[in-house]
Each structure stands twice: as structure tokens, then as C-alpha cells.
T-cell receptor, first 116, second 113 residues
Framework: KNQVEQSPQSLIILEGKNCTLQ??????????LRWYKQDTGRGPVSLTI?????NTKSNGRYTATLDADTKQSSLHITASQLSDSASYIC???????????????FGQGTILTVHP | NAGVTQTPKFRVLKTGQSMTLLCAQD?????MYWYRQDPGMGLRLIHY???????AKGEVPDGYNVSRLKKQNFLLGLESAAPSQTSVYFC????????????FGDGTRLSIL
């Protein structure tokens, strides 16, 4: 069964500190892995998308890593800000070939709270 | 540029009532999707569309119908609402699948009493 598991479920850090969120998946065949940020009451917003051949991708203070061999990804947030408080969702795409729709499997998210 | 707009933002229904949720995108995207988000669970795909006039079932389609008569609009219908359909519904669009990100609306919060 294709699954995406994220850890921890929730995390509290102080402003200015770094943190790392984890994502393990069993989706196969793999196409790409995405990280989304979802603010309370808003829709998810894409942070990064990584394919099989990419092992790291950055978007400002967000850096995602991918180990396709162990089927693990992490999202590292540097110098956290209050605005980083949100749910971070890991999403893995099934490879359906070409541009055909490949099923997306969503993790349950990690809720990050940044305190001043 | 509004992106993906969902209406209404909130709605309370009684069991057995029907309603339609509207999603509109102004990015000329081919693909559109309807998801539901429930506490402690990842987003689950209800239905999706890969182009005007086409729709397909996702993983939780029962109790819902969809239509895509125009490329920019994707409608989600509940024919006879049930309390189990209380959820937050998100619409998303993407230019094509592959490595393109989905763009999400801000959701419709639906309560069914």
C-alpha cells in the first residue's frame, strides 16, 4: 500500500532556531516528491518539487533533501520566523508515465509552531 | 491574478440537502482537482479532470459528482448531504501533471448537521 508518513506530528521551536521535518514513503513507482506549506485557514502552497535524480532543492530558508534509495525526505528550515508557523505536508507522486495523471499520496502533515 | 477561487467559503447544510461548490481558476490550467481534508488525515482526492468536458474518480468519490463544462471551472456537487461529508474541501489546478506544482484555493468549510 502506498503511504507517506511524516514525523514529528507537531513541533514547537523558538524564533531564530533551525528545525528538520521528516517524511518516509512507500510509493512505487516514484515520480516526484513535493513539500507544501499550509497556513491555518488557507490552502497548501508549494515549496519544492524533487524528482528521482535530485537530492536537494532550496527555496529561500527552506531546503528539502531526498534519498530515493531509502525513500526518505527531509525539510530543513533555517533561522525560523514566526510566519513559518504552519502545517508542512509531504506529497509523493506515483509515476504513471508521460504526462498521465499520477496519483498523489499526501502525508498527514507536521504542525510547526514558532514562538517568539 | 486571483489564482484559484472557491465559493462559498463556509456553508452549513442539513442532512439530505444538496449543494454545489464552485472552483474557478484563471491560469489556463488543464488539470483540476477536488480534495477533502479531515483532521489528522492527509488530503484525499475526490474527483479530478484532465481537461474540459472530462472527469474521473479519485479515491473517495462516493456521494459526490463533478462537472467541467468550461476549462476554468470545476464544480463539485453533493446530491444528498450526509454528516460524514463534513469537511474542508480544497480545489486545485495544475498546467499538466508531471513535475508541475498544484495551485490550491483557500477551501470551503462545510458542516452538515
Amino acid at each position: 500500500k502506498n503511504q507517506v508518513e511524516q514525523s514529528p506530528q507537531s513541533l514547537i521551536i523558538l524564533e531564530g532556531k533551525n528545525c528538520t521535518l521528516q517524511c518516509n514513503y512507500t510509493v512505487s513507482p516514484f515520480s516526484n516528491l513535493r513539500w507544501y506549506k499550509q497556513d491555518t485557514g488557507r490552502g497548501p502552497v508549494s515549496l519544492t518539487i524533487m524528482t528521482f535524480s535530485e537530492n536537494t532543492k532550496s527555496n529561500g530558508r527552506y531546503t528539502a533533501t531526498l534519498d530515493a534509495d531509502t525513500k526518505q525526505s527531509s525539510l530543513h528550515i533555517t533561522a525560523s520566523q514566526l510566519s513559518d508557523s504552519a502545517s508542512y505536508i509531504c506529497v509523493v507522486s506515483l509515476n504513471a508515465g508521460g504526462t498521465s495523471y499520477g496519483k498523489l499520496t499526501f502525508g498527514q502533515g507536521t504542525i510547526l509552531t514558532v514562538h517568539p | 491574478n486571483a489564482g484559484v477561487t472557491q465559493t462559498p467559503k463556509f456553508r452549513v447544510l442539513k442532512t439530505g440537502q444538496s449543494m454545489t461548490l464552485l472552483c474557478a481558476q484563471d491560469m489556463n490550467h488543464e488539470y483540476m482537482y477536488w480534495y477533502r481534508q479531515d483532521p489528522g488525515m492527509g488530503l484525499r482526492l475526490i474527483h479530478y479532470s484532465v481537461g474540459e468536458g472530462t472527469t474521473a474518480k479519485g479515491e473517495v468519490p462516493d456521494g459526490y459528482n463533478v462537472s467541467r463544462l468550461k476549462k476554468q471551472n470545476f464544480l463539485l456537487g453533493l446530491e444528498s448531504a450526509a454528516p460524514s461529508q463534513t469537511s474542508v474541501y480544497f480545489c486545485a489546478s495544475s498546467p499538466r501533471f508531471g513535475n508541475q506544482p498544484q495551485h490550491f484555493g483557500d477551501g470551503t468549510r462545510l458542516s452538515i448537521l
